[in-house]
């Protein structure tokens, strides 16, 4: 579905008024997903292939793991 590019930002007006960054951001990602689900699609696309998994070494025998994974939507 192809929309005007400003069209995420006239839906989203409505809805920001006593939402913190972490509401904010999730209500901004469903209204662009309604908006662009093509895009969304893509860029979900371009993420997974760039997954990754890092071990870092650290001080006195610790390691951190760092994971940057697809999480399933059910």
Known sequence: MTRRPGEAASVLAGRVADKDPGRLRQAATRVVHRVDP??????????????????????????TLLADLPAQVG
Do not use: F, P
């Open 38 to 63: 093509d895009g969304a699609a893509e860029r979900a696309r371009v993420r997974r292939a760039a997954r990754r998994v890092e071990l870092v070494h650290g001080h006195d025998g610790m390691a």
